[in-house]
């Protein structure tokens, strides 16, 4: 019986250990954070269809998110990180990473731009969502496979 809970307890340790492991993994830092700008882009884009009424502290909160993201996603994209774990990054990201980091830094520009100026209406956060939005999708064409 003993061995059993030992034999347990140690699958258990090696099941967690293999997850903080996954966790670090550039792949899953990269996916976390496309799930920020998700987020992000969808709060946006709640308010900017009236699905949810116009507020400054969301629209201020995605804007930051989008920002920082936008400055540090390149540092994700390590050697040897090209593939595996389902990735949808393209092998022209390391090919072209000089460009890769400025499209990047584009997005993180857009977004503080538009924080300098904060929306103050539905509108407003439209017309800064289609701003940013377009960055993402210039980035997204060449360095997203589609899957």
Known sequence: MKLKVVLSAAAAICLGVSAAIAAGEPQVVRQEEMKKVGGA?????????????????????ALTTLAEVGKTFPDHFPAGSETGMDSEAAP???????????????LA???????????????????AMQAVGATCGDCHQTYRLKK
């Open 41 to 61: 882009m969808g709060a946006l884009g709640a308010i900017a269809k009236g699905e949810k009424p116009y507020d400054a502290e969301a629209v201020t909160a």
């Open 92 to 106: 022209a990201i390391w090919q072209n990473m000089d460009d890769f980091k400025a499209k990047s830094a584009k």
């Open 109 to 127: 520009s857009a977004a503080e731009a538009q924080l300098a100026t904060l929306p103050a209406d539905q509108a407003g956060v439209a017309a």
